[in-house]
């Protein structure tokens, strides 16, 4: 092109200034679409594209090939003729090889108005479904063009570049453009595909840039690598039975026996697939109805078991895809299994390369210092009054319902999040607006999260791992609870285990712990856990809290999860106590599956999966958890014989049918003879008894059919003499002709 040729291009080109054109780039520009792209003007259709290096640069349309010139620091230029921008590609020439290219600039923003609005406002319901990376196709006269539309929120952002494996981790020909007051930055980026690493390069208002990882990214790479992944759904579910009827399903007042799975180490090397290929005959085993996974979002640190965040909409990569995971629920729903998943709303670490300081400034997390930083984690605290943050965090809720098929969310450390001073000491914490500690930001999103969960996905479960003596955790929103579905009861669980713990020579001094969970029993809708939280750090596995020899540790493991089940709430049970593992969990290490070659601890899996069987069969058991019309006491107060009686009643308690009653012996002897009352006379059954030689008891049991008397015992008009097993439980049913 000769001198001439060029100086004509440069004086019909739409006039830009030079300053501007340098920002354009190098990627600095909050808006480089202003400039790069095609624009029309006076004399045609400017074209400018950045090819750095290049040594010759064509604009190619379907109507012919336009010599570009090089205008300033690698941007090139032509002008066509027309008013009207044509379709266009780009062919570069580099020495001897000649690339050819697309123009991420002659595309239209692929957020909408109505997008861009609702992220304004917070309250943006599908957000994943437009921040992200997204794999788009679009048609043009020249053809199809498939690529990737990137978007993130930024909103104090110099300026933001997309970098990746596609472009040699260089953002300077694929800066953003800001969509405005939004604070999002949006770019689509032609050609690449699924599997592409990504970053976003963001300038900070100092001029300084800094990599970090999508927040929005729904796929990673594996740990310790830190980039996002370009992915996309292509599994096909096959659960559509589950979920046509789970709107239907009310899971607070239905049978719900919990396995709590770490999937790292339930057994290790199996990953989402394997898992599933295992996990699932183990459940229908022994019975449970449902698994709760420890968190899986992904997190850079595996020794926080995944309670350390880092990308809060992609599924571990350590175990798999996304597809994986999808596969591991779909299983699961098809086998009749629900699916809760731990999430973890509350913090977030300080990793460099992800949320943390996100544009520059504290964006994520609360910027003042005595609310957005965690003493004892060492990670930040959301900031729960910026309506975007909690868009964030919304969206996340229904993401894992919508788009995993999840069945609820168990959200962890709630309390942490309710009351400012958590955890802090004297000028350690800032009260609220009403000199009060309550969080009343974190208050309002919880409840909110709540709500749009039991809205958009009826016959979900949100469940709050709340420690304190907060009230109305499961209340409605409307009536000014937080609004969960159930709540895990962490003064049973304290109180239990304490009980436990003591030799049964001592218990009847500690009797008041084992009966005081009953009288606050239905001021929520409890779960009773024995989680991961119970077997780590020193304190041993649950078997090895037990006092006595080895078959005392077995029978009192027994005696308390016959409690456990009878006891008013559903109940989650951490992987590998159902078979009484006998060190505290590793997560480096798998469970101990080598000690069901044992017959002692094959027996306590099997009144695990009896207990289960039982359960799910017994309406008494589980249709009245949260009211007293489902439980009543026979005698409380027998401290002195270490026992408790009671009955479980469901709705057809009067007919004699959905009716059970409990006697548990925590002493280490048993009672011959002992009488217990009971509601009428006439037949009864033991329908179990952990003492059964089939559990590794024993065998101190009730055989055949009890005939109670009309004899009035323990307040109740009848009585039956049992003999009661050492550290066992026995359950009675009527015999119903």
Request: charged share 20%.
């Amino acid at each position: 092109m000769s001198d001439n040729t060029a100086h004509d291009a440069l004086a019909l080109a739409v006039p830009v200034e030079s300053w501007v054109l340098s920002d354009v780039a190098y990627g600095r520009h909050y808006n480089p679409h202003e400039v790069l792209g095609g624009h029309p003007g006076e004399h045609g259709v400017t074209i400018r594209t950045v090819r750095h290096l290049a040594d010759a640069v064509e604009i190619v349309t379907e109507n012919g090939t336009y010599p570009a010139v090089h205008e300033q620091d690698g941007i090139w230029l032509a002008v066509l003729p027309g008013n009207e921008v044509p379709d266009y590609r780009v062919k570069a020439t580099y020495g001897d090889q000649v690339v050819d290219g697309d123009d991420p600039y002659r595309f239209l923003p692929t957020l909408g108005d109505i997008d861009t609005y609702l992220i304004g406002e917070g309250r943006h319901e599908e957000l994943w479904k437009v921040l992200g990376a997204h794999i788009k196709h679009f048609s043009g006269p020249m053809g199809e063009v498939s690529g990737v539309a990137f978007s993130v929120w930024a909103p104090n952002a110099r300026a933001v570049r997309v970098v990746g494996d596609f472009n040699y981790w260089d953002g300077s020909a694929t800066a953003m453009r800001s969509l405005g007051a939004c604070g999002v930055w949006e770019l689509f980026v032609p050609g690449v595909g699924i599997g592409a690493r990504y970053k976003f390069e963001i300038c900070h208002r100092d001029g300084t840039w800094k990599q970090k990882a999508d927040p929005l990214a729904r796929a990673t790479e594996i740990p310790p690598a830190t980039a996002s992944v370009v992915t996309d759904e292509f599994h096909q579910w096959q659960d559509q039975e589950w979920m046509e009827q789970r709107p239907q399903r009310d899971p607070h007042n239905s049978p719900m026996s919990i396995y709590e799975v770490h999937v790292g180490s339930w057994r290790q090397g199996l990953g989402y697939r394997g898992l599933a290929d295992e996990l699932i005959p183990y459940l229908k085993e022994t019975g449970f109805t449902h698994v709760e996974f420890m968190p899986v979002a992904e997190h850079p640190f595996g020794g926080s078991w995944g309670y350390q965040v880092s990308s809060y909409y992609a599924p571990t990569a350590r175990f798999g895809t996304p597809d994986d995971f999808r596969y591991l629920v779909d299983q699961l729903h098809q086998a009749g299994i629900g699916v809760i998943l731990d999430w973890v709303p509350a913090h977030f670490p300080k990793d460099d390369f992800a949320l943390a300081r996100f544009d520059g400034t504290p964006l994520y997390e609360d910027p003042d210092p005595l609310r957005g930083e965690h003493p004892d984690w060492g990670t930040y605290v959301f900031n729960f009054g910026r309506r975007e943050v909690r868009n964030f965090l919304v969206a996340n809720a229904l993401y894992w319902l919508e788009e995993f098929h999840v069945d609820g969310l168990r959200v962890d450390a709630v309390a942490s999040m309710l009351y400012l001073d958590y955890s802090r000491n004297d000028g350690q914490w800032r009260p609220n607006q009403y000199g009060g500690r309550e969080n009343l930001e974190a208050i309002s999103f919880l409840q909110e999260a709540n709500a749009t969960a039991y809205r958009k996905h009826p016959g979900i479960v949100m469940c709050a791992e709340e420690s304190t003596a907060w009230p109305g955790v499961t209340s409605p929103t409307e009536q000014g609870g937080l609004g969960f579905g159930l709540k895990w009861n962490m003064g049973w669980m304290n109180d239990t285990l304490r009980y436990m713990a003591e030799d049964p020579v001592n218990r009847r001094w500690h009797h008041g712990e084992l009966t005081f969970s009953l009288v606050y029993a239905f001021s929520e809708q409890f779960i009773l856990p024995l989680s991961h939280d119970e077997v780590v750090h020193g304190k041993g596995s649950l078997i090895a809290k037990m006092p006595g020899d080895d078959w005392q540790k077995r029978a009192n493991l027994r005696a308390l999860y016959a409690y456990m089940w009878s006891h008013p709430g559903k109940q989650l049970l951490f992987m590998g106590q159902e078979f009484g593992q006998g060190v505290e969990w590793n997560a480096d290490n798998s469970l101990d599956w080598w000690l069901l070659e044992n017959p002692d601890h094959a027996g306590i899996k099997n009144l695990i999966s009896d207990l289960n069987a039982l359960y799910k069969a017994t309406p008494a058991l589980w249709t009245e958890d949260f009211t007293y019309h489902g439980f009543e006491w026979i005698n409380a107060n027998d401290g002195d014989h270490n026992v408790i009686t009671y009955l479980r009643k469901g709705k057809d308690a009067e007919g004699r049918k959905d009716l059970i009653a409990c006697i548990i012996n925590f002493a280490g002897n048993p009672h011959e003879g002992y009488r217990v009352g009971l509601p009428f006379p006439g037949k009864w059954e033991e329908v179990l008894n952990t003492d059964s030689e089939d559990y590794a008891g024993s065998g101190v049991t009730n055989p055949g059919v009890l005939e109670a008397e009309e004899l009035p015992w323990d307040g109740q008009s009848a009585s039956v003499r049992l003999r009661v097993p050492p550290l066992g439980a026995i359950f009675l049913r009527p015999v119903v002709d």
